[in-house]
């Protein structure tokens, strides 16, 4: 594994509840490996919440693993890098994301902190052919918070592997977050929340 490549407004109702103009295609932004907490299914992991930096929000997505790499790949041969599947968090300062954005600034401060990125176990696509059908949620103190498909996303899975490439190369091993569908939010410290998506099931409390 490089790099974990997050891809940004995929989802339209997300793009258009943060007020944002939808761009004509997705924005992409790297996180680092170093950020990435890995959770064990059915087990509870433990997150801290940055101090003074304000609102901290979660965005659920589906999260793509590579068994390839490349460098503008084609539709086929992005289709066929995508090894595996999972569900995970890319949280935000989105308090901070927001002044950065007023100002013109970038906003990678925002996106890169400790324990910014989680993901849970894996499925690989040939055992959940049909994920794109599936529903994935979010629960905050077992309260449903975000729902989504794969199928609303802007571009697909292998669209995405695709439109990434064109940039810089891809490595196998790399991570993909796909997007998140709309109700983001903050989560406090003491609150706990749970993933689904397919038979993967994990839990977050942070503090």
Not at 57 to 64: N, R
Not at 103 to 112: I, L
Request: some cysteine; aromatic content about 10%; hydrophobic content about 40%.
């Amino acid at each position: 594994m490089d790099k974990i490549v997050c891809v940004g407004k995929n989802y339209l109702d997300h793009a258009k509840e943060l007020g944002d103009i939808v761009p004509e295609k997705p924005v992409l932004f790297i996180k680092p490996r170093s950020v990435l907490r890995a959770a064990v299914d059915h087990e509870e992991l433990f997150l801290s919440i940055p101090q003074n930096l304000g609102s901290l929000h979660y965005e659920t997505e589906i999260v793509l693993r590579l068994d390839k790499g490349g460098y503008k790949l084609d539709i086929k041969d992005a289709e066929k890098a995508i090894g595996a599947v999972s569900i995970g968090l890319d949280m935000t300062l989105r308090d901070l994301q927001n002044s950065q954005k007023k100002a013109g600034h970038p906003w990678t401060t925002s996106k890169v902190f400790p324990d910014c990125v989680v993901v849970g176990s894996w499925l690989r696509v040939s055992e959940f052919p049909d994920y794109l059908n599936e529903k994935f949620s979010f629960s905050l103190d077992d309260k449903i918070k975000q729902e989504g498909y794969g199928k609303n996303m802007r571009l697909s899975p292998a669209e995405c592997v695709a439109y990434i490439s064109e940039f810089f190369p891809l490595a196998a091993g790399d991570l993909i977050f796909t997007g998140t569908p709309a109700g983001v939010g903050p989560v406090q410290a003491g609150q706990k929340g749970t993933l689904n998506f397919g038979s993967i099931r994990y839990s977050i409390s942070w503090s």
